[in-house]
């Protein structure tokens, strides 16, 4: 199968745009939700390696071709990020408006002799979102607030509601922004399975007095998609809980069912 077949099949399917408008946030998808609290976790280890490069380095490994197609299924790009694999090899993670896309490289097969150097073939998917309901929420600028409990301010006396992330460090990610970006992004969940697949992406700067921290995260189920880029500043020595965020944008958006 050549490569313009195998990428057909994998992003199979017709185009749907969201509905847009200045308000997307509709009644009936408010309702689903359930009306506990949600789990708020801790701020974890963030490592970093200084020798992986940038993201925008990463994505310039693919393959023309690729970086083309992806943008092409996902459509106005709302967030995105590259990174290498342990091995060495680019893959890429793009949310647009036309669907989440994931671009993971696989070894190529040969033929017999050549360099030793591996080969790489990239697998594209996408997921689209479902018309309508793509809902998107600036946060404001500053200090994350400081919580006294367990859970996101709600209704007295609601159950914590609680999700299972994949992979589990997904938490230590989670647990570094305010409290109530933690709940726009896990709200959604909490009515399905509360099974949650985490991927994320950060690059850490540091200046003399303080550092800084770009963070791109992204849940999902079979059903729902929710979504965060953001910037923070951490002077030197404070704990997480007195970082200043800044450029907070999250997303929101069911998911088409799969067939």
Not at 107 to 133: D, H, I, K, M
Not at 143 to 170: K, N, W
């Amino acid at each position: 199968m050549d490569r313009d077949e195998a990428w057909r099949r994998e992003f199979a399917g017709r185009d749907r745009l969201p509905a847009r408008g200045p308000s997307q946030d509709r009644p009936a998808a408010r309702a689903e939700q359930p009306e506990g609290l949600t789990q708020i976790h801790e701020p974890g280890p963030l490592p970093v390696d200084p020798e992986l490069p940038a993201r925008d380095v990463c994505w310039e490994r693919l393959p023309d071709d690729v970086r083309a197609r992806t943008l092409e299924k996902a459509g106005t790009v709302l967030l995105w990020w590259a990174h290498l694999t342990e091995d060495g090899a680019p893959f890429a993670v793009v949310l647009g408006d036309r669907g989440l896309c994931r671009v993971r490289p696989r070894p190529a097969e040969r033929l017999g002799g050549g360099s030793s150097a591996p080969a790489w073939e990239y697998r594209g998917e996408r997921v689209r979102l479902e018309p309508g309901t793509l809902r998107s929420r600036s946060f404001g600028s500053g200090p994350a607030a400081a919580g006294s409990g367990p859970a996101a301010p709600g209704r007295p006396g609601a159950p914590v509601e609680r999700l299972v992330l994949d992979p589990a460090e997904a938490q230590d990610v989670l647990g570094h922004f305010p409290l109530d970006v933690q709940d726009f992004l896990q709200r959604p969940f909490l009515a399905g399975n509360r099974a949650v697949r985490a991927d994320w992406y950060y690059l850490e700067t540091t200046e003399p007095e303080h550092t800084g921290l770009f963070l791109v995260m992204c849940l999902t189920d079979d059903r729902h998609v929710t979504a965060i880029e953001a910037r923070r500043t951490l002077a030197r020595g404070a704990t997480p809980d007195r970082a200043r965020w800044h450029d907070v944008t999250c997303h929101q958006a069911r998911l088409v069912a799969p067939r």
